[in-house]
């Protein structure tokens, strides 16, 4: 079981987008996320004319590192740890800090 999924309210804790929050949009299996309004660059793209398509400068998430952020722990208003928990048979995300279940 992943400790941060989609569409998580996440945090930077390093890096150049330090203290700036955002919605994951994808986890990819290689450890890294796409934050939605974090770490974003400008892609240079041509122009398709076949589907309509302009060409020019593009903003667009990048990838950061898992390690790099933290879930964002709204009752607490800070970022926080995950822990897991057995509760009925099932494993499921708390928070370190609390010990609250983490909604899905």
């Known amino acids: 079981m992943l400790k941060i999924k989609k569409d998580d309210e996440v945090v ?24 939605g309004g974090v770490n974003m660059v400008k892609k240079h793209t041509r122009a398709n004319p076949n589907i309509g398509e302009r060409g020019g400068i593009v903003d667009k998430e990048a990838p950061i590192q898992v390690s790099n952020v933290a879930i964002w722990n ?3 208003s800070r970022a926080d740890k995950v822990g897991f928990k057995i509760e009925d048979g099932k494993k499921i995300r708390v928070f ?7 909604e899905d």
Request: aromatic share 0%; proline share 3%; charged share 40%.
């Open 74 to 76: 709204h009752e607490e």
């Open 12 to 35: 930077v804790i390093s890096g150049r987008d330090k203290g700036r929050r955002g919605d994951v949009l994808r986890v990819m299996k290689d450890g890294r996320l796409l934050v």
């Open 96 to 102: 370190k800090s609390t010990g609250k279940p983490i």
